[in-house]
Every structure is written in C-alpha cells, then in structure tokens.
C-alpha cells in the first residue's frame, strides 16, 4: 500500500477549503493516515478553536472503522467502542462528518472536519476526497 502523502493530503484540504467557501462557514478540516495520525490539518479564518480538534476525532474514527463516521453515530453509546475512545485518547469521535480515504481498494487515509452542520462536514470532507481523485469506499 502506497501512504497518502503530504501533497496529496494538501490537494483534499484544497478541496475541502473551496467547498467551505462556497457553503460560506468557519470550519477545522484534518487528514490523518489509517491509524488515525494527523497528516495535515487546517483552520479557516474564525472558525472556532475546537474544530480542529473535533475534526481530528472525527477522521480518526472513520480511519480506524474503514467507515463515514456518519455510519457510526447511531452506535457512539455501544460499550464496545470505549476502548477506541480511550486508545485514542478521546480522539475518537462517532459523529456525522469524517469519511475514509481509499486508492485502488486500499484505506490510506480519512478526513474530517468541524464547524458546520453535521450535514456541512459531510459534504465539505467528501467534496475534498473526490475532488483530489480518491474513493470513500473501497470498491
């Protein structure tokens, strides 16, 4: 498997951050790798100080499941999922706005973000994924 590189994790941000404009809100967007390690992240002008943050979980989350994390809200209570919680030092949030990133079939990355409706998130982070010419399913 061939990691998503930097450049690479720059061109969804560039995605990502062209959607935001449109869409007009303040948002915290991370690109992290399969493990849920931050590769590249970014804060617009204004957007609050926890979105990068919340943005991170949410990437991380989806990273670790090979799943949007929209897939995994409904089961963010299941008792199961608290040792992700704790492994990732509560960089592991189950909420609507992160999506994986695949090439040719593999996982390579996921991305996240923050600020938005959970609806926002969603369609800022899979603008940013096709945008850069990857899939956020692995067929």
């Not at 809100?25 to 990068?52: C, E, F, N, Q, Y």
């Not at 008792?79 to 079939?105: C, E, K, N, S, W």
Request: proline share 4%.
């Amino acid at each position: 498997m061939k990691p998503l590189t930097l450049a690479e994790a720059e061109q969804i941000l560039h995605g990502c951050k062209t959607r935001i404009g449109e869409l007009g809100v303040k948002m915290g967007v991370s690109v992290t790798d399969p493990r849920g390690d931050l590769i590249a992240m970014v804060r617009t002008d204004g957007a609050s100080w926890r979105t990068p943050e919340i943005s991170r979980g949410k990437a991380v989350a989806s990273a670790c499941m090979g799943v949007s994390s929209g897939e995994l809200s409904h089961r963010a209570g299941d008792a199961i999922f608290l040792p992700f919680t704790m492994i990732q030092g509560g960089h592991f949030i189950m909420g609507q706005g992160a999506v994986p990133v695949y090439r040719d079939g593999e996982l390579v990355a996921a991305v996240g973000a923050s600020g938005g409706t959970p609806q926002q998130d969603e369609d800022v982070v899979q603008a940013g994924v096709t945008g850069a010419g990857f899939s956020t399913k692995a067929i």
